[in-house]
């Protein structure tokens, strides 16, 4: 038998540390890392998330020390990453009465990646409560923070948050709460939130404010130490971290329209960008004065140029402008190329090349995904026809919305 990790009487940990150099997202874990996992020993026992896939076996081993897999009533998962759901198959099948309690847009992931189609699945909505007999979970869906399917658990008698991966320290500790860490963390917690947390602190402002209504006494996360000491101090650097402080940021616009339908994209990312009191510029090239759109790019901190097409290529005097911009010093600059188009959008495209040809950092859905994991981020922006329908605005809105972080970092 294992040395049992309580946090409270009936609650235990039974995740796993992993000392090994681990590889995660492009880094190293110098410090390794834990995957933690929870049971909730109530009437109608309850795990909140699993391990990593390759600990899976083990991890149901450890689970089986304090409890029957079949008296497992509920399964939360918090995120389907397959370094906190990876050890569901292996769990689900030794805890075949369970219920599987997650997000809607969990249950078809967790489907494939586990092969769970026959399983029964509770999904939850933002402030749905579960009675698991003594005590209640609240959950509270966290979408992109830090994929699309996230949420959090909330123990309303014990006080107790279950993040996931918010609030998390990549350090294979084996002293399990902070007030027992042998050195400040403080460090810690802070790099796993600039390596993982920082690109998403849009969505960690609107979960500071879902916070102010809880009474959090403890946080047990997936990762590293659970904290239940000081924990208004780490939901404070949180709220510090996140907040934006370098203001007075200039973008500009440049297009050319055919029928109005790219025009009306450089509208709704002027909006997007101004809802973040960010200043933007918007010239239809076709109608306004060259030099002075030169000087609006040199002066911006971000550019986006866009094009209707037409004839597969872009419209108007567009190329004489990109052309300027190759030869000029736009180092640092954000770029972004967007359009409007009936059928295969190929000056979106020749944009796109004319940009990566200067020295702007140019946007490109392949570099949003390995930077930041983010899928509903995309560039170019592409818009087929008018983007006046609900899917289009917000597509457009996402891409704007991840420049505006980008340029309000404050690290
Ligand atoms: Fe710890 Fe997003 O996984």
Redo the contacts with the bound molecule.
Sequence with gaps: MNREIKLTEDIYWVGKIDNREVPFHRLILAKGTT?NAYLLKTEKPTVIDTVDIEFGREFVEYLSELIDPQEIQYIVVN?T?P??SGGLAALASRATNATIVCTEIAVPELQEMYKLHHRNFLVVKDGDTLDIGGKTLKFKETPYL??EE?MITYCIEDKILFP??IF?THVANYEFFNDEANEDITEDFIGYYNA?IHPHRRYVRTLMEALKGLDVQMIAP??GYILRQDVQKYIDLYAEMSRDTTLGKKVTIVYTTIKNNTKKIANIIKETFEADNIEVTVFNADKSDRAEILESIQEADAVFIGSSTKYADMIGNLEEILKEMKEMNLEGKIAAAFGSYGWSGEAIEVVQDYLNETNMNVQSTSNVIKST?MTHVEFPIRVRFSPKDEEKTERIKHATTFVTDLLLSSI
């Design positions: 995957y995120h990453e370094d906190h830090h994929t996230t996931c991966d998390s993982i997936s990762h994991g």
